[in-house]
């Protein structure tokens, strides 16, 4: 075999099962590209001396016959999923050598399956970006090239500011990036209100967020309670199955984990879609679209329909109030998570004059631009007097969101087929300097389902004139991702393939 | 709404976060950007409307009122910036 890491996760645990490849082997070849890929940054640490242990073990227990469902299959980790002994900083510099004393429900469920850790993924500091921009460990370039660019110009940007390369989406950018230049097989990723979908979207990956309680939220970095949820970013649609089947399940430690058996998502992968009905809601069809995402959703609705689903229009009226409303839900309740970091438990610590000071001045070190805007933001939101009129009329908004999407459910609708991101990937240092809600724009369509606790699901649907990646999004019943997978390979089978970019970066 | 230049130090304070006094006018139009963002809120009809508590309609599990961790001080401190004889290390609070 030529090079291993080019082979999907499922090709992978088949080669793995027929021996014709250990788990070692692979795990040195990951290894190996990651140490090519630095200049992306897509990690933040890598922990190749326990990868090579956990890859040995793994053979050694695949040699007994006792191979887990991941057995021996290299994964990336998103720095927010707290690993034992391992930097878990949420790419802050508020938790500066944080290294936990325990590991995540998630993670655990991982290692239980046989699966390996090659590192640390970057991300937006705390998830709180669409960009991988506010990250402390600085920003994650998109294996993807920029239009017209020229391999030897990239290979010079990434040396450099890395201004002017593609960003890979956030906040999972990380995830994103190392799944597309195939750095692991897989990776782990988070979703508040579309650092799943929309990093997926722009590199090309498959990116799937659960149901709200699907996954333990018990050991990842929290943002938005109500409103975080883990999942997978893969390479194909069947290998974001097999990864979330893994990570969900429940856990007695998160009280809103849902209590109900984990399907084997694989099998829904290639059932038919015939007689299923696919909602196209008209309130996605927002001013200034771009016309390659019409002419893609269009594309998108004629291939299910090609593959016997029935599409009909839809609606759902409160769309528009979704972003605002998460941008006042959201920042509250990062406002009460991220009150924890104080410099006294964990983390930096910057002296004051008394214990106000050294929390302010700590916090004012430790948490970059984006973060304390988004802290003051959720602060005043909930201060006394403003209570009612910002955090209350936001949750009732969101009850309206909610039942939206009910009644189109009740009426009948299998799942809804939405574009993913309102543009294909922007560069580093282009959008959101002069004014914060620029950078908002970008989870237009994938905020509402967070907001309403839905399951959503983002594959790669075609290219913008430029060459670039776009997406689809399927939104589900709640705990139906099955019908997601089902509808997401077809798509993925109608659509034509990627070219996996070239590694100009190595 | 929009905040002025004292509900900015006000803020800041209440989110323990310390701001350099030339920093309050530009995190003034940021706070004022997004509050305008938000504004289409007030707009909406929501008479009659709960508010969200849960996405998922579940009852909170239950389960019997005891002691289920502990005695791991030494991992609870083990990534304090400073501890000393088993405890976390802050400066003086009561005089």
């Known amino acids: 075999m030529t090079d291993p890491t080019a082979l999907t996760l499922a090709e992978a645990r088949a080669a793995l099962g027929d021996k014709s490849l250990s788990s070692v082997e ?24 326990r990868a090579l242990q956990m890859a040995e073990v793994s053979d050694a227990r695949r040699a007994k016959g006792e ?14 999923y707290a690993t034992e002994g391992v ?50 460990y600085g920003p994650v370039a998109s294996p993807w090239l920029p239009p017209n660019w020229t391999p030897e110009r990239a290979k010079a940007a990434l040396a450099g500011d890395k201004k002017g390369l593609l960003t890979p989406g956030g906040s999972s950018g990380g995830s994103a990036s190392a799944v597309a230049a195939r750095l692991c097989l897989a990776a782990t990723a988070s979703d508040t209100g579309g650092s799943i979908r929309q990093p997926a979207a722009f590199t090309g990956t498959v990116g799937v967020k659960p149901t709200y309680g699907r996954c333990s939220r018990w050991g990842m970095v929290a943002f938005a309670s109500s409103l975080d949820q883990a999942g997978p970013i893969a390479r194909d649609v ?12 429940y856990d007695a430690k998160d009280s809103t984990c849902y ?3 984990v399907p084997d998502y694989e099998t829904a992968i290639g059932r038919s879609v015939k007689g299923l009905t696919i909602g196209i809601p008209r309130e996605y069809r927002i001013d200034g679209m771009a016309g390659e ?16 689903a029935k599409v009909v229009d839809v609606s759902l009226p409160h769309t528009r109030h979704a972003l605002p409303a998460y ?25 004051g004059d008394d214990i106000i000071g050294l929390y302010e001045k700590t916090r004012a070190k430790g948490f970059g631009p984006e973060v304390r805007r988004r802290l003051m933001i959720g602060t005043y939101v909930l201060s006394a007097g403003y209570y009612d009129a910002y955090y209350v009329r936001a949750q009732k908004i969101r009850t309206l969101i909610k039942r939206d999407f009910e009644t189109v459910f009740a009426g009948g609708v299998d799942a809804i087929l939405t574009p993913a991101t309102p543009t294909a990937a922007f560069g580093i240092g282009e959008k959101g300097s002069a004014d914060p809600v620029e950078m ?3 989870d237009v369509f994938t905020v509402t389902v967070n907001m309403a606790g839905l399951p959503g699901l983002v594959a790669p649907a075609g290219q913008s004139p430029d060459g670039l990646p776009l997406g689809l999004q399927l939104i589900g019943r709640p705990f139906d991702e099955e019908t997601l997978f089902a509808l997401g390979a077809a798509i993925e089978q109608a659509a034509p393939k990627l070219k996996t970019p070239a590694p100009w970066w190595a | 709404m929009s905040v002025d230049q004292a509900a900015v130090r006000r803020i800041a304070r209440l989110a323990r976060i310390a701001v350099d006094e030339q920093e309050i006018a530009h995190l003034q139009d940021e706070i004022n950007a997004i509050l305008s963002f938000v504004e289409e809120l007030s707009a909406v009809d929501v008479e009659g409307v709960e508010p969200m508590t849960s996405v998922i309609p579940m009852r909170l599990p239950m389960r019997e009122d005891v002691v289920t961790d502990g005695e791991i001080a030494a991992k609870v401190l083990a990534n304090a910036p400073l501890t000393e004889g088993g405890f976390f290390l802050v400066p003086k609070v009561v005089e």
């Open chain 1, 238 to 249: 069947r290998d974001a199955a097999i990864l979330l089947r893994s990570m969900a399940g």
């Open chain 1, 293 to 308: 995402i019409e002419a893609l959703w269009r594309q998108g609705a004629d291939w299910l329909k090609a593959a016997g």
């Open chain 1, 67 to 80: 191979a887990g469902p991941l057995e021996g299959l290299p994964l990336g980790i998103k720095d927010l």
């Open chain 1, 26 to 49: 692979l795990t040195r070849a990951y290894l190996a590209a990651i140490d090519k890929a630095k200049g992306l940054n897509a990690y933040v640490a890598v922990t190749a001396e």
């Open chain 1, 87 to 136: 930097h878990t900083q949420a790419c802050s510099h508020i938790l500066d050598k944080f290294a936990p004393a325990y590991e995540s429900t998630v993670t655990s469920h991982l290692w239980r399956d046989g699966a390996v850790m090659l590192g640390k993924l970057n991300m937006d500091e705390f998830a709180m970006g669409s960009s991988n921009e506010t990250s402390y």
């Open chain 1, 440 to 442: 908002y724009l970008n």
């Open chain 1, 259 to 261: 209590d109900a058996p």
């Open chain 1, 327 to 351: 941008y006042i839900v959201a920042p509250a309740e990062a406002s009460s998570n991220l009150a924890r970091y104080d410099g006294v438990r964990y983390g930096l610590r910057e002296d």
